[in-house]
């Protein structure tokens, strides 16, 4: 499985590469996105607000977030339609939400849930500088566990 996302990730690559060379990339919208992917390390483009997702796969993605204590900032393309579909265009990826790390398109609800399953996201937030809140959480699990050995 881990190897199919791998594998969509480096199409995706190969062809953001492709694509920012078009006519979409002096686009008044792509400023705007490459703008709004350079204000944070993480970004998520979803339907509602963090404190309120209006879909079920936005609301995986902030959960998911949540429980790594990832601060991000968020962009609710249901209140702007050329966002919505700029988006799209820009990462190359139809659906919502987007979830962009250090300005890299990462994926959508189904690969941010399969990376937090697998331990690939703690690895990707390691590589942009951004410790998980999951990782230390492990990290107290196993010295409690040596401390319990040890009496």
Known sequence: MAI???G???RFNVVKQLTNVSFYSNSPITANIEKLLKNSKVVVFMKGVPEEPRCGFS??????????GITYESHDVLKDED???GIKTYSNWPTIPQVFINGEFVGGCDIMLQMHQNGEL????????????LLDKALKEEETKHAD???
């Not at 609301?59 to 790594?68: D, E, K, S, T």
């Open 4 to 6: 199919n996302i791998l």
């Open 8 to 10: 969509r990730m480096c």
């Open 59 to 68: 609301n995986a993605v902030v959960q998911i977030l949540r429980m790594h």
């Open 83 to 85: 966002l919505r579909e």
């Open 122 to 133: 703690i690895e990707e937030l390691r590589k942009a500088g951004i410790k998980s809140a």
């Open 149 to 151: 050995e040890a009496k």
